[in-house]
């Protein structure tokens, strides 16, 4: 089957800002209430749309694993059957699509050993006179 070709044509999130800042804050817990608050084909097209985002892909695995692979495949295509098949292998994980969120870590040390600047080099300079 053919994916809707709406589902990639237009770039758009299928939800609003609001809510799809509250399912990328939301914890393991509070995210199953979040997404059964759409209907089942936006759910799949939300999927898809934070699949193709990077930071977006742990997202994309929680809500597709509420999709069926029917709906996935409909909006998605062979991508659509992809992402329902890594949905579901990630279940059997140790880890949550949520939990393995990648975190940052910053240096406590400086990048490099920066000389000192020697004020010095400017007094042994002559004056240019013309």
Known sequence: ????????DSDACPVGDDLLGALYRADENGLPALVESVSADVRAMLALFCYRRTHLHSLALAIASTCTEHDLLQFGGRVGTALYAQSRSSRTGRSSPLSSKKTIS????PLSAVAPL?????DDLAPVTA
């Open 1 to 8: 089957m053919l994916p809707r070709s709406s589902a990639f």
């Open 106 to 109: 910053l240096s406590t040390k």
């Open 118 to 122: 020697d004020d010095d080099l400017d």
